[in-house]
């Protein structure tokens, strides 16, 4: 059996028109919903065997606050260039690269292919929000037999839930 959860990077900054879209950092409402989500998450004790992220700024460093609150070595994320600005079969065949030695994977990226996966995977039409994340239970033994309509979305949270309109 795995389990994928998919992160959206938290909110970024356009305050600098020189910065590429790769390289917009994350803003003030990003910089408190990725540690805050982060240590949601942390405190419901789900294990994480890997951790995959764009390498996008505003993706990386959203990470960077998971691995930190689940006591996981930043050197121990895998950055994959193949998840920025992913379709849903890029996203795919990430997923279905994955070795099968880990069955909890956490991947951080990008709308609109997060969301598009999600509905692909699971059937369920979702609009993912920044900092959101995903659960996606499937009974697969092996990420390569992951495809459509295979997983089942198991939870869905994002900060509004938690925090409102901050």
């Given at each position: ?35 805050f ?28 606050y ?16 193949g998840?920025y600005?992913?379709?849903v ?12 030695q ?5 991947m951080?990226g ?32 092996s ?24």
């Open positions: 059996m795995k389990t994928l959860y998919l992160v959206r990077h938290a909110k970024s900054s356009w305050d600098n028109p020189r910065w590429t879209d790769f390289e917009r950092p994350l803003n003030r409402r990003g910089e408190h919903n990725a540690p989500m982060a240590e949601m998450f942390a405190a419901r004790k789900k294990p994480i065997d890997l951790i995959i992220s764009s390498p996008a700024m505003r993706a990386i460093s959203t990470a960077h998971f691995a930190k609150s689940l006591d996981i070595p930043i050197q121990n994320i895998v950055s994959d260039a998840i600005d992913a379709t079969n890029d996203l795919l065949r990430i997923v279905n690269s994955i070795s099968d880990y069955a909890h994977v956490m951080f990008h709308n609109p292919g997060f969301s598009q996966l999600v509905h692909y995977l699971t059937g369920k039409p979702i609009d993912m929000p920044t900092c959101a994340i995903v659960r996606i239970g499937t009974i697969q033994e990420w390569a037999h992951v495809s459509g309509n295979c997983g089942v979305l198991e939870d869905f949270d994002f900060p509004k839930k938690h925090l409102g309109d901050l």
